[in-house]
């Protein structure tokens, strides 16, 4: 068993990346080999997401073509799809017959007893230390899953029926994670959850975030935290005030607002108004004047009227916000706003999608352009071979969903360092700087 070749392929979110690390540490921990070729592996593993339709066909369509391959002896589905209703679960074990094992999530921790129970072989003694745990990020840089599940329940979601409720992992836990991160060279912690800012309302009975935020801030070798992910009504008073004062915690912060409408909000079954949004978008901005604001904004929402999408354009065209991520809306079984009346069609959604990509770009672009000239402090992240450049950032992007500030340089020994950039080039798709 213990030459056997696993893969593991990762779907989705940053959190199930972190899950996927950790299931990755298990199987390395107990002697099994670990491959990124799932085409020379005898087993992959195939760690899903299920939050949208497009999400569980992409799922499908890689299961699908694991199972072509002849050498792969066994797969394994683990994730989100794993979580859908017993109905359905039963319909993926017959149309998908090449899988060997469909994994719940609380069953993770045990992915090394799972693959030895389906070769039938007796179990050996098993190791379930992850302190070490393996990153699929670059040295530098890593995600610490700080909670899992939700407890908000918008009405377009099915992350609290996928994930269940609201559960964070202990502050002590965390540090312990953190400080083996930073043992392996990580300098950059990015907090994910599903709400970050939700975090400690069920061990600890308050929101306790900031209080994890000093924890983890007395870390020596941990130089900037990053958050994903926060709630615009549990921004609290307290935690603007760490952002502001702790210079560790990046002038950074990711608020999925998801509309501007009062009347979309709460069909949405968001807690929050028009007003809350721009209130706390104005304060963010005057307590703390460099803050960079990114957020995720849906269109086509069920009963989204015309004057509702204009006032999203009107928002965007007045308040600037720094980064938006868009997507239309999609009709997903087993959510309340699956039976909603005043359905958009597909086309109308994607007519006005287009319309607000266009003009964030705009926007973005002379938010950018505004760079030009400046000296920046990035975090070099790797070395593009297509571009033949390096690429990195500061503290206006987080990997993977932001820019990267592009360079050229002949030292591949200034990866995971920080550097001094100045920017001659910048608009909405690329940024361009020289090594100062």
């Keep these: 068993m213990k030459n056997k070749r696993v893969a593991l392929i990762s779907l989705g979110c940053d959190k199930n990346r972190v899950d996927a690390e950790k299931m990755l540490t298990l199987l390395k921990n107990n002697g099994f080999d670990i491959t ?33 391959y002849k050498n792969v002896e066994k797969i394994i ?65 890593a995600y610490l899953k700080i909670a899992d ?17 609201y559960k964070s992992v202990p502050i002590e836990e ?23 800012t939700n975090y400690g309302i069920d061990l600890y009975k308050k929101l306790s975030l900031v209080k994890l935020l000093q924890e983890l801030s007395k870390i020596n070798d941990i130089e900037v935290i990053r958050l994903h992910y ?22 950074y912060i990711d608020i999925p607002i998801q509309h501007i409408s009062d009347n979309v909000l709460s069909s949405m079954g968001r807690h929050t108004t028009q007003k809350d949004i721009i209130d706390l978008i104005e304060k963010l901005r005057k307590e703390i004047p460099n803050i960079i604001i990114r957020t995720t904004i849906m269109v086509g929402y069920p009963g989204e009227k015309r004057k509702d999408f204009k ?37 109308i959604k994607k007519h006005r999608l287009k319309i607000i990509q266009k003009l964030q770009q705009t926007i973005s672009g002379k938010r950018w352009g505004n760079l030009v000239g400046t000296k920046q402090k990035i975090l070099v992240d790797g070395y593009d071979n297509n571009n033949e450049m390096f690429y990195g ?5 987080s990997p993977y969903v932001d820019l990267p500030i592009y360079f050229k340089c002949d030292d591949f020994s200034i990866i995971g360092k920080f550097v001094n950039i100045k920017i001659i080039t910048a608009n909405e798709n690329y940024i361009l700087g020289e090594l100062v």
């Excluded at 070769?119 to 098993?126: D, N, Q």
């Design 311 to 347: 006032a999203l354009l009107q928002f965007l065209e007045k308040y600037k916000l720094d980064l938006v991520g868009f997507f239309a809306f999609s009709k997903e079984p087993g959510t309340k706003a699956y039976i909603l009346p005043h359905q958009l069609p597909n086309y």
């Design 36 to 68: 990124l070729e799932y085409a020379n592996a005898d087993i992959v593993i195939i760690n899903t997401c299920a939050f949208l339709e497009s999400a569980r066909k992409e799922a499908i369509d890689v299961i699908v073509d694991v199972g072509r």
């Design 149 to 165: 599940g939700c407890n908000n329940f918008c009405h377009f979601c099915k992350i609290p029926y996928l994930r269940g409720r």
């Design 393 to 397: 950032r500061n503290y206006m992007f």
């Design 77 to 141: 589905v683990t994730g989100c799809l794993c979580q859908l209703t017993k109905e359905e679960i039963t319909q993926l074990k017959n149309s998908l017959p090449e899988v060997d094992a469909f994994v719940p999530i609380d069953e993770n921790n045990n992915i090394v007893e799972i693959i030895y129970n389906l070769y039938g072989e007796k179990l050996p003694k098993i190791n379930k230390n992850i302190s070490n745990r393996l990153i699929s990020t670059p040295q530098h840089f």
């Design 230 to 251: 926060c709630y615009p009504d549990k921004i609290t008073e307290e935690l603007i005030n760490e952002i502001k004062q702790n210079n560790k915690i990046a002038k």
């Design 174 to 196: 965390l540090v312990v994670e953190a400080k083996n991160l930073a043992s392996l060279g990580v300098k950059e912690l990015i907090l994910v959850a599903q709400d970050v």
